[in-house]
């Protein structure tokens, strides 16, 4: 039975079918699509809102997507109807540990061992908390408990080898890895810690024995042939170094710590050119990665790049006015280009905040760049809290990436099919159009209806039905493609008959659109609206037309920007365009809004506007408005969302976040991923 046969049964019979669709929520949940059955559960949550067991499935389905806050929720209200409900308390426990909630998780874990006190999950889940909040005792006494009753639990032994790691009793952790590895060769944490720990012994050999089995394990991971890159080349094997960089290049071509290995052992064997070409790269991913700019500026240095070289560290210098090494490099690239009276200014104002540094190192401090070289969303050693010479020294020195073990915790092991790994783009869910081609998403919860839209296609006044949506969909073939253009005709045809109908303009701009002939399509639009100045489907229309044809100009007047000898002349004539084609839009949607004020879509499509033009609060406001007329307008809550974290409030953005995601909005649990 399709979704939508099924939720048209429950609306129709509610108390009859609300089990039935309970029981094909949890069919699709074992079946690891998380999205849709939360569809399913919202429907069965909606016929009968008392019953504890939906809101428990619908918290499992978002732990699952790593939607935290509102799996918490759930199982909360899931609880206030069944208090007794025992793996509610380990889902919210397990919810509440991932968002830093440890006290909170204890206590519900706690809770259910007073139901089932041999659970082995809520005796694991809990040692971790209370390592967490740093009760090494308390934690200590529940993993002997835990590995009493299940000797054989591999990541037991491994996240108490951790636990262990954090007092630093190395030697006992070492013994819980092998008792770890000695269970099941197949876990990748145990090797991770062993490396870990013999890297910091500089152990070297043993420390690759160990990244060797990890890379077994897991071959296309990209960050451990870094992490066995660096082992390498502590042991003088630049080759394999070097190989290991390109590989995990390979396997990731935006990997930030790789390429900037890659370009300091290139810079070590005088490969200037292409160490060069890769910290440029770098730069071009993260501007304001200064370790990279520092490096790069050297090996300008040493290809007699003196200006380039120059620029780099003077940006440095502004960034931290009082790290000195700069200094030197500045007055080298000025003898370079001979600038003696620069060189001898900038060497002496190097030499005179060492000297200031030596006669008092606590009253004058020299500035701790953060070392944010091999930033790529996994996180890099940091300098915060290291000496000054340490930060000094690792300005040049190749970057690691966190390889003490992953997180130890998943929810019973089986998280798969996680629509929150898909690496999508954080941009704003685009504006609503018309358009020929019906949305393909089924997980939508709204119809995307609008009165006017709906008279219009029952008048049968048009060749084809008009939908309202979001995704972008082109004609599917040259036939498609044909068949439009012969529709242009058919409404020039009867435009010609002189009746000068506004529907036939309409019809014919529709087409326009749909083959991307803006300025044609706006045309007509203008005619029609003039026939009937409160055609509300031609102003929503004509606002989406406008915005192409804006979108489509600023391309191509940015492609001949770059010829164009007054820069700066042009680039205002491009924004004052700019402005005027904005407020063009914004007017033809308060037009719409004069003429239905409650069209969600209208005020969400303006918010998108306020949205591009920086004016936050406006786009809040447009946003509200949409979702205060439709609760369950899921791509209002994402874009609402996005505003909240771009104004700084995290709760309000990760709550809009979670309800879009709830509401069938796929990139919000990849968005919430990223905040954990």
């Known amino acids: ?19 039935q669709v309970l029981a094909i929520g949890k069919n699709v949940l074992s079946m690891e699509d998380y999205m849709l059955s939360i569809q399913y559960f919202n429907q069965a949550i909606k016929a009968k809102p008392y019953l504890s067991e939906p809101y428990f499935f619908r918290g499992l389905a978002k732990l699952y997507l790593e939607d935290y806050r509102g799996a918490e929720e759930d199982c909360t209200l899931a609880l206030e109807r069944n208090k007794f409900r025992t793996e509610a308390y380990k889902v919210r426990g397990f919810a509440r540990q991932q968002m830093g909630l ?3 998780a204890i206590a519900d874990f706690d809770f259910g061992l007073e139901y089932a006190p041999m659970d082995k999950y809520f005796l694991f889940y809990k040692a971790v908390a209370q390592t ?11 993993y002997g408990s835990l590995l009493r009753l299940y000797p054989k639990f591999e990541d037991g032994y491994s996240a108490r080898a951790q636990m262990h790691l954090q007092v630093g009793d190395t030697t006992a952790a070492l013994s819980d890895i092998d008792c770890a590895i000695g269970i099941s060769k197949a876990m990748v944490n145990p090797y991770l810690m062993r490396a870990d720990i013999y890297s910091k012994r500089r152990e070297w050999s043993a420390a690759l024995e160990s990244m060797e089995e990890v890379i077994r394990l897991r071959p296309m991971e990209a960050d451990f042939y870094v992490n066995r890159a660096y082992i390498r080349y502590n042991i003088d094997d630049y080759f394999g170094a070097m190989s290991d960089y390109n590989y995990a290049i390979e396997l990731e071509p935006f990997n930030t710590a790789a390429t900037f290995n890659r370009a300091l052992l290139r810079y070590e064997v005088k490969d200037l050119e292409r160490s060069e070409a890769d910290f440029t790269t770098v730069l071009e991913w993260d501007a304001s990665n200064f370790h990279a700019k520092y490096n790069r500026g050297l090996v300008r240095l040493e290809l007699e790049k003196y200006r380039e070289a120059l620029k780099d560290f003077k940006d440095i210098a502004t960034k931290y006015p009082r790290y000195y090494p700069v200094y030197y490099a500045i007055a080298q690239a000025e003898y370079g280009l001979g600038n003696h009276r620069a060189y001898f200014e900038n060497v002496r104002k190097a030499d005179a905040l060492v000297e200031g540094y030596v006669k008092d190192p606590t009253r004058n401090k020299l500035d701790k760049p953060t070392i944010a070289s091999g930033s790529n969303d996994r996180g890099v050693s940091q300098g915060e809290d290291e000496s000054e010479l ?12 966190n390889e003490s073990q992953e997180s130890q915790l998943s929810y019973n092991d089986k998280i798969k099919g996680r629509v929150q790994d898909r690496n999508v783009r954080v941009e704003p869910e685009p504006v609503y159009a018309l358009t020929f081609y019906d949305s393909t998403n089924e997980l939508r919860s709204n119809s995307n209806y609008f009165r006017e839209l709906d008279e219009l296609n029952q008048a049968r006044y048009l060749e084809r039905m008009i939908y309202l949506s979001n995704e972008r969909v082109a004609p599917a073939d040259v036939n498609e493609i044909n068949s439009l253009f012969a529709e242009i005709d058919n409404y020039t045809a009867l435009i010609a008959t002189n009746s000068k109908r506004p529907i036939d303009y309409f019809g014919r ?11 044609n399509a706006i045309a007509d639009l203008d005619k029609a609206i ?22 489509r100009d600023e391309r191509v007047n940015q492609m001949e920007q770059r010829d164009d000898k007054d820069k700066e002349g042009s680039g205002m004539l491009l924004q004052q365009s700019r402005q005027v084609g904005l407020t063009e839009i914004l007017s033809d949607y308060d037009k719409v809004l004069q003429l239905n004020p409650g069209l969600i879509y209208a005020w969400y499509n303006k918010g998108n506007i306020m949205l591009s033009i920086g004016d936050l609060t406006s786009a809040l406001q447009c946003y509200s408005e949409s979702i205060r007329i439709s609760p369950t307008f899921g791509q209002a809550y994402y874009n609402r969302g996005l505003v909240y974290l771009q104004l700084g409030n995290k709760a309000s953005g990760v709550a809009d976040l979670s309800k879009a995601g709830e509401l069938g909005v796929l990139p919000s649990y990849n968005v919430l991923k990223r905040m954990q």
Do not use: P
């Not at 967490?132 to 529940?142: N, R, S």
């Open 1 to 19: 039975m399709s979704m939508m046969v099924v939720l048209s049964i429950v609306n129709g019979h509610a108390q009859v079918n609300a089990e």
């Open 102 to 104: 440890d006290s909170l």
């Open 132 to 142: 967490t909040i740093k009760d090494y005792e308390g934690a200590d006494a529940t």
């Open 390 to 401: 340490d930060v000094m020294n690792r300005f040049n020195q190749l970057v690691t990436v």
């Open 509 to 519: 701009a529709m087409n326009y659109i749909t083959l991307k002939d803006y300025d």
């Open 530 to 551: 003039d026939l009937n100045d409160k055609f509300t489907v031609a102003y929503m229309a004509r606002a989406y037309a406008k915005q192409c044809r804006l979108e």
